[in-house]
């Protein structure tokens, strides 16, 4: 009888044939109940004891209740371009380029498929979705008939000089602001009664279900991001893979979390091209990790780490022991 | 009154070939399915003998995960999204959910790991190993889809983050994790089809080809009818 040895990755006449070697009763049918009992008997238990995780979603009438001011100044940074939306790019805007890794611009190619337009989408037709003081009213008439350039020039105007006074409104300096300090309060105003969260969600319509222009909107604030470092969510400290409360979260992620863990990735200078650039290079690079995964009987060397690291041995432990007896 | 039956046909039919060599599609179609994966392979009742450790428990377990995962599913999806915010029950059935899920990945990497130090892809297994990486990779993207469309602050917060990651390489233009209808119809309609037949698939390779043998297995002339330990004649 020949014994040829089989070779880890390369196939093997043994794995090939169909085994002639000794057996042992199965009953699958068998396994299969009880392991849906079993299973079913812990998911009960431990959705029992620990149930699981319902942070309350966030309201922009919370945000402009507990930080007005930030609310504020997040109002005048949509109408004068600076926020993060306003700035962003495909596929909501044209305002940026998007992420190019040297020829690869995917963000550039597919360009803007679901639009938004912060100053107009966030400010302007909330407003005149709504009833408005005669001093809001009048604010909104002289936007309108302002150019667009004058309506730039006034909008970040009052945005650098409110940044200047660090948000204080009793320490800005004096300028031409035009109708923007009336407007911000009047969204601000809206935000805290309640309006503008229901204004922002049907969007003019009976039926909404794109929650597009409220997640950019709430995000171009501090609001939601302090709420996400409070709940140790923010991607330079694992949260992608985190949860709220003391719940396990997306562990599965703990790979692509980790990229985002090493400064390379996360440094302080937005310019750094790794930086700026992360989210596509880690998603590239999980891409290939991915790849390799799938494709890993094929890769010659990682197929044969099973070989070099003989944890089957334990595995298999009864039919080595078997082999060596004499 | 007197009826006149009408006379019986009595022109000879033409012979119906056996299925084990009938053209037709449907029993071409039987033939090459049970050629390939007979009822004795699809439903064994014995295993090798070398198929005893703890390991291969978690291939079946996390099976078992999915099923509780689906039956949950389906009864928040038929109560709704924000039914789980407003009722004890609701919570309750979405806390099965949750930790389903949760036991679902355990297992499965745990499986993913043991099939890994098998090498459970020699000997023509190279697609099974696929589908189950396949399975794996939707999984992650079908739970992904569920913390997507908790419409609570974490869904929130992981809808803002997760945006940049997919616009910055094309994604975001087709899969707007911001659109809500999106991704709750992918969430409890699509993606969990996807998995359900790629997990089909993937078990149906693994009774087709058998348990892999352990590396380095030794040949043996022992007449393939045996049940071994304790042996008994099959």
């Given amino acids: 009888m020949t014994t040829r040895h089989s070779k880890a990755g390369n196939g093997s006449d ?147 000089a409110l940044t200047d006074a660090g948000g204080d409104l009793t320490q800005l300096a004096p300028g031409d602001y035009g109708p923007v300090p009336v407007l911000a309060q009047g969204l601000t105003d809206m935000a805290t009664s309640g309006a503008l969260d229901g204004v922002l969600t049907a969007r003019g319509a009976f039926y909404q279900t794109d929650a597009t222009p409220q997640i950019l909107f709430l995000g171009d604030g501090s609001y939601l991001d302090d709420a996400a470092t409070a709940a140790h969510l923010q991607g330079n400290t694992w949260g992608m893979m985190n949860e709220t409360g003391s719940y396990p979260g997306q562990a599965w992620l703990w790979l692509y979390s980790f990229w985002y863990q090493i400064p390379t990735f996360n440094s302080d200078n937005p310019d750094d091209y790794l930086t700026s650039h992360a989210d596509a290079l880690i998603f590239y690079i999980m891409a290939v990790l991915s790849l390799a995964l799938l494709l890993l009987p094929f890769i010659p060397g990682l197929r044969s780490i099973p070989r070099w690291i003989p944890i089957h041995r334990l595995i298999w432990r009864d039919y080595y022991r078997r082999q060596a007896r004499p | 009154m007197t009826t006149t039956r009408p006379a019986a046909d009595t022109t000879p039919s033409p012979p119906i070939p056996d299925s084990a060599e ?168 699509l993606l969990p089809l996807v998995v359900g037949a790629i997990v089909v698939w993937h078990v149906l390779l693994v009774r087709r080809h058998g348990v892999v043998p352990p590396i380095d297995a030794v040949p043996v002339t022992q007449p393939a009818d045996t049940i071994g330990d304790p042996e008994v004649p099959r």
């Fill in chain 1, 14 to 160: 043994v794995a090939l044939q169909e085994w002639r070697g000794p057996w042992r009763r199965y009953d699958i049918v068998k396994e299969g109940v009880i392991a849906v009992v079993v299973v079913s008997i812990l998911t009960l238990l431990l959705a029992g004891i620990f149930s699981s995780p319902d942070e309350p979603q966030l309201t922009f009438q919370g945000w402009a209740t507990s930080a007005p001011d930030n609310f504020y100044a997040t109002a005048v940074q949509e109408l004068a371009g600076t926020s993060e939306s306003a700035g962003y790019g495909p596929p909501y805007n044209t305002a940026a380029d998007g992420v190019a890794v040297g020829p690869i611009a995917p963000q550039q190619w597919f360009g803007v498929t679901h639009p938004v337009d912060p100053p107009n989408d966030f400010v302007l037709t909330p407003l005149r979705s709504q009833q408005q003081s005669a001093d809001v009213t009048a604010a909104l008439a002289a936007w309108d008939s302002a150019t667009a350039d004058q309506q730039i020039s006034w909008a970040s105007d009052y945005d650098s």
């Fill in chain 2, 22 to 189: 009938s053209p037709m599609w449907t029993s071409r179609l039987r033939r090459a399915w049970l050629a390939k994966l007979p009822p004795d392979k699809l439903l064994p009742d014995r295993q090798p003998a070398y198929v005893a450790s703890w390991i291969y428990v978690f291939g079946v377990l996390t099976l078992a995960a999915f099923l509780v995962i689906v039956v949950s599913g389906l009864a928040l999806a038929f109560a709704g999204p924000a039914w789980y915010h407003t009722s004890s029950l609701g919570h309750f059935t979405n806390s099965l959910h949750f930790w389903s899920v949760q036991l679902f990945f355990v297992f499965m990497v745990i499986h993913l790991w043991g099939k890994f130090w098998m090498a459970a892809w020699r000997g023509r297994r190279a697609m099974t190993w696929i589908t189950g990486v396949v399975a794996f990779l939707a999984s992650i993207g079908t739970a992904f889809t569920g913390y997507l469309m908790q419409t609570n602050f974490d869904s929130q917060w992981i809808s803002f983050e997760a945006k940049d990651g997919l616009n910055a390489v094309g994604i975001g233009a087709f899969f707007n994790v911001t659109n809500l209808g999106q991704v709750l119809l992918l969430h409890a309609c």
